[in-house]
């Protein structure tokens, strides 16, 4: 059913350039099977709709947020796009073992700004403590947001060296750019809910950082079978972006008109 959805152009599935990094560079897997994920995965996903790096997608709209009022593009450039293309035609051809230095370069340029963004993250979170310290445990979540996003947003802005023109056509309006509000949002309602709700820090939380502002951008689901990630993005309130578990998409899916 979900074959014959996208085949039938109900459904589209843009490919995040971090999943393609996180199947690619993946070192235990063998040739045989590396080229078996990239066939299934392509086989579903759209390559020629492949979104940027979350640190350089958020960059860019803030840039382009300060500039025109408006979200840049989410999709990565021809040079990269062909690389990528080019890299992993070569990798099938190969059966697996050939495996280019445009594609490993271009790959490992997403691992470094991957881990660039993770850190602004960490930091952004080390510098709220002082105010999450003078706030009532009872504080819902859409108060707690209203506190810490602008600080958080603020941060990202001088990081992306646009926060002056940011703050002259406002930071409320680049709080409602899809992928800063995903990005600034997930990671407030993770901050809450380990602060307020018990939640335990999890080791794949830090990739939920880098998915869901790419999928905000992109994509009007985002497919998770992680019930503590699709309670983050909801309360999130992120316009045009619904998250699913995999059983639900999947049922979407199997209808006559597919979501």
């Known amino acids: 059913q979900l074959r014959k959805a996208v085949y039938g152009r109900g459904l589209s599935m843009p490919i995040g350039i971090h999943v393609l990094e996180q199947l690619l560079l993946d070192r235990r897997a063998s040739p045989q099977e590396l080229v078996a994920r990239v066939k299934l995965t392509l086989s579903l996903a759209s390559i020629r ?8 997608l958020v960059a860019d709209d803030i840039r382009s947020y300060a500039a025109t009022g408006q979200p840049d593009r989410p999709l990565v450039n021809a040079q990269i796009q062909n690389a990528i293309t080019q890299g992993i035609a070569e990798l ?15 790959l490992e340029e997403t691992r470094q700004c991957k881990e660039r963004f993770l850190q602004a993250m960490k930091v952004s979170r080390q510098q709220l403590a002082a105010l999450i310290e003078t706030l009532p445990s009872s504080i819902g979540f859409e108060d707690f947001f209203e506190r810490s996003a602008v600080p958080t947003v603020e ?6 060296g646009a ?11 680049l709080l409602e750019i899809k992928s800063v509000r995903a990005a600034v949002g997930l990671a407030q309602s993770f901050i809450y809910g380990q602060t307020f709700e018990g939640w335990a820090p999890a080791s794949d939380d830090s990739i939920d950082f880098l998915h869901v502002p790419c999928a905000a951008a992109s994509a009007e689901i985002f497919v998770t079978t992680d019930p503590r990630l699709r309670e983050a993005v909801e ?13 639900e998409f999947l049922a979407a899916c199997g209808r006559a008109e597919p979501a």
Request: glycine share 8%.
């Open 235 to 247: 309360r999130v309130a992120l316009d045009g972006l619904r998250a699913m578990s995999l059983a």
């Open 49 to 56: 709709r492949m979104v940027k790096p979350c640190d350089q």
């Open 163 to 173: 926060l002056e023109s940011c703050r002259e056509r406002g930071i409320a309006g």
């Open 92 to 106: 099938i051809e190969s059966d697996g073992e050939e495996f280019s230095e445009e594609i490993t370069e271009a």
């Open 155 to 160: 941060r990202l802005a001088r990081r992306a």
